[in-house]
């Protein structure tokens, strides 16, 4: 069955980067675009941008460009999300999803807190 | 690009129906057939209840609808069970391969 696995939670100091991560499984990850969907505590779903695993072509979503970066390695099925100069406000659960268009399976999700 | 917009709650009486409104532009809603729905739990993943309007994928129950009409699309939920209590987001294709999502409606089931 299709699934994606995404690395554990992570506390980060503001002004440093992270690095999440989204292995897929039970399918070819090259078929589907990769997304990055975030959800800040009490907040609703943000589009961040997305990946085509098979060209390594990304979108990202205006709010972010200049800090985000997505890769992929096909080698091991795995995405990534990095996204740098973390402020408190980037305190969410990043999930990564897979889509033709829609999103029909969703990572577990990964909580990143950035404090002092 | 803006989120698209819902209502923040909706409520019903069990087996009564809902709908859910979220509107957008032209540049989204309006010129895309691409507009999907998920239900959120909390502490759990979305999950996808209609897609491309109106499909609804195996396994989602048939009181579960979608549809458009020009910039707004809508949710329609009839026969409503407390498991229905959850929040729903609607989500779009829009310009220069961007996706947005709205800003998510929390249902209440009486």
């Known amino acids: 069955q299709v699934q994606l696995v995404q690395s554990g939670a992570e506390v980060k100091k503001p002004g440093a980067s992270v690095k999440v991560s989204c292995k897929a499984s039970?399918?070819?990850?090259?078929?589907?675009?990769i997304h990055w969907v975030r959800q800040a505590p009490g907040q609703g779903l943000e589009w961040m941008g997305r990946?085509?695993?098979?060209?390594?072509?990304?979108n990202y979503a205006e709010k972010f460009q200049g800090r985000v970066t997505m890769t992929r390695d096909t080698s091991i099925s795995t995405a990534y999300l990095e996204l740098g100069r973390l402020i408190s406000d980037d305190t969410a659960v990043y999930y990564c999803?897979?889509?033709?268009?829609?999103?029909?399976?969703w990572g577990q999700g990964t909580l990143v807190t950035v404090s002092s | 690009q803006s989120a698209l917009t819902q209502p923040p709650s909706a409520s019903g009486s069990p087996g009564q129906s809902v709908t859910i409104s979220c509107t957008g532009t032209?540049?989204?809603?309006?010129?895309?057939?691409?507009v999907s729905w998920y239900q959120q739990h909390p502490g759990k993943a979305p999950k996808l209840m209609i897609y491309?309007?109106?499909k609804r994928p195996s396994g989602v129950p048939d009181r579960f609808s979608g549809s458009k009409s020009g910039n707004t699309a809508s949710l329609t939920v009839s026969g409503l069970q407390a498991e229905d209590e959850a929040d729903y987001y609607c989500?779009?294709?829009?310009?220069?391969?961007?996706?947005?999502f709205g800003g998510g409606t929390k249902l209440t089931v009486l």
């Open positions: 990946i085509n695993p098979n060209s390594g072509g990304t």
């Open positions: 039970g399918y070819t990850f090259t078929d589907y675009y």
């Open positions: 032209s540049s989204d809603v309006g010129g895309y057939n691409y």
């Open positions: 999803g897979r889509t033709r268009v829609h999103f029909d399976s």
């Open positions: 491309e309007v109106n």
């Open positions: 989500n779009s294709y829009a310009d220069n391969n961007n996706l947005v």
